[in-house]
């Protein structure tokens, strides 16, 4: 498509910050805004053009800050609102914009909407959450919330039930009502006055709820899924157009929209390349059940992905958005396992060439490619001990009612699986350096630090020229060098291979050639053996001809 529409964040690579396992700057064991700052030349020698901040907004923490109380206050823990402004002049100062994280799904009980709005049925705000009866002295239906347990809670009060597709500490809003879009609205406009960059909506395809609240297919504990009835529900389109015309289309911003369940047809729409909706959304099917891990029970399990099927689910979405809508990159986020850990190989031996070899893999796709903190310096899954050891509530959660109460999993299964895919083991503090609590805090961090931290940190790869740190920058580089990289068309390769995931860019003339192999063997290819054409990048200094070393990446350019 020589035709593509241009745009800055088409063009940009985006670094994920999860504010509280990123720096702390006053030793009590929690990252902070000043923190944030004070890493900007560490973010601005890397090379992204964008930070992506993990909600830092009022919040009791529940979820991390993905319970806001206040959408105009800052965390206590994180600072103050002087802080934030001093972080978003000083990141624009060295030329990297600030992307919010925008939780506008559901707030926390602590909000003063939720305060007022459980008061009483006649309330002002009643209609800003989802109340209903219940049914036959129970709740109004089977739905199970995504971090266990009914999705419904009961309010004595007003003798009513509460919809809450997460912890009951974060009630969904109710999008239907007006009132509602229009203090979302507001909220929204307020931050991009204050010259913020865009959005990143979190289970924003979660909106729009379908309005008979229908009982959802049971699934193996039980309860009901919820999802076919609260993604991508009958009205998260309009909803989304209403917030473009009344807020995103009167600034040049970033958005890309969470949107769990989604299809590529449902993708074509939120990422419509009319600009009338989102940016681009994240996709889940790569680093879900679709990609051949197997499960034990809901998202636990102990297996990894198979090659081929995590290949074949992303050259779907490469070439059935091809220009139509904009592909977002990512393998890890604060959500998943570490990605070196999960797609590629964490023995001491191949993780740094493994790591290499993905992130190749994946910032060599077309679309905006999102670094998760940590992922450049090739951070890798934690061991859990005891559930002691954990942090997040779905970990908490599942281990009460899968272990606890169903005894469906031993204990010894459920912690392997938390070794595998449990959340915390994205959220271990940011690993600096080789001091005590790995340069992250002075004092006790709120997560202990992953043991491995005396020799994966920031120092040490910035002293070795071959680290992922520098390999990652010059992948950045090549981004913004090459425009093939962010607007050739993609031609998968190979598709037959069980060890290699290869595939060809095209623009103007020119074409680039991408192999990687996702083993620790080597195995035959045959893609460069006539055109040697001009290296760009590789993890291996030398090559051995017509083969692909373990986990051996090459990118080559070469006219068409
Ligand atoms: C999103 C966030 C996740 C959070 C959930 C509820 O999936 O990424 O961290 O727990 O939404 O807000
Ligand atoms: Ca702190």
Known sequence: MANEQKAWWKEAVIYQIYPRSFQDSNGDGIGDLAGITHRIPYLRKLGVNVIWLSPIYQSPNDDNGYDISDYRAIMDDFGTMEDFDTLLKTAHEAGIKLVMDLVVNHTSDEHAWFVESRKSRENPYRDFYIWKDGRNGGAPNNWESYFSGPAWQYDEATDQYYLHCFSKKQPDLNWENPKVRDAVFDMMTWWCEKGIDGFR??????????????????????????????????????YLQEMNRRVLSHYDLLTVGEAAGVTIDEAKKYARSDGKELGMVFQFEHVGPENGKGSIIDKWTTGKPQMPKVRAILNKWQRELEGKAWNSLYLDNHDQPRCVSMFGNDSPKWRVLSAKMLATCLHMQKGTPYIYQGEELGMTNMKFHSLADCQDLEEINAWHQYVDEQKKVSAETMLQCFDTVARDNARTPMQWDASASAGFTTGRPWLAVNPNYTEINAEAALKDPDSTFYYYQKLIRLRHAHPIIVYGTFEPLLEDSETIYAFARELDGKRLTVACNWTEHEVPCSLFDENPGEELISNYPSHKAGILQPYEARVVLTDK
Do not use: T, W
């Open 201 to 238: 909506m979190d289970v924003i395809s979660m909106i729009s709820k379908d309005q008979s609240f229908p009982d959802g297919p049971v699934k193996a504990d039980g309860y009901g899924d919820l999802s076919p009835h609260v993604c991508n529900g009958p009205r998260v389109h309009e």
